[in-house]
């Protein structure tokens, strides 16, 4: 998903600064992709030099530090956006998991310690799940797309809990391995 389309597409809602915006990003798009500062202002620059958004200074006066940059969607940005919506995405979705890529060589190492992950994947799921059913509700009221995407990450959340469970239940009782099975299938 292109990060620039993402800001113009939170613009649409309201005016933001780039902590805000990383902060929804990182909150309501978590499952389907992350992002990092310094990928947000770089793309902020780019899109005021393309006449995209605005910048204005947000007065902050009861807030310690600098004033902070209020950015806001131009005509221009809004035309940008609807040409984007109407375009295919730009690639099939693709899941890039450190621990799947792992998981597909524990039969290679230690049963006990691809358990022990396994474990730390199902508590990082679980707390995950926990988050995305509050910010379920909250989401609710702002509009049906919205919602049934808040919806798919909690039904991926909770297809991922089910599937690490049943993948720790078959280490723990039917654990090969994998060297041997390769061995004995040459």
């Known amino acids: 998903m292109a990060i620039k389309h993402a800001i113009l597409g939170l613009l649409q809602y309201k005016n933001m600064h780039g902590y805000k915006i990383k ?29 995209f958004i605005e910048i204005a200074e947000m007065d902050v006066t009861s807030v310690k530090g600098p004033n902070r940059k209020l950015y806001a969607i131009t005509g221009a940005g809004r035309k ?25 060589f524990f039969g290679f190492g230690d049963r006990d310690r691809a358990v022990e992950l396994i474990d730390e994947q199902v508590r990082l799921y679980r707390k995950q799940l926990i988050v995305r059913k509050k910010n379920a509700s909250r989401l609710c009221g702002k509009g049906s797309c919205v919602r049934l995407v ?18 720790k239940d078959e280490m723990l009782h039917n654990y090969e391995d994998e060297a041997e099975v390769i061995r004995k299938a040459l």
């Open 80 to 104: 940008e956006f609807k040409r984007w919506l109407q375009n295919s995405p730009e690639k099939n979705m693709i899941l890039r998991d450190p621990f799947l890529l792992r998981f597909v």
């Open 23 to 51: 902060e929804h990003i990182e909150r309501n798009f978590g499952h389907m992709w992350s992002i990092n500062y310094g990928q947000i202002y770089p793309n902020l620059k780019s899109l005021h030099e393309d006449g």
């Open 150 to 167: 808040s919806e798919l990450g909690i039904e991926f959340n909770e297809l991922v809990l089910k599937w690490l469970l049943r993948a």
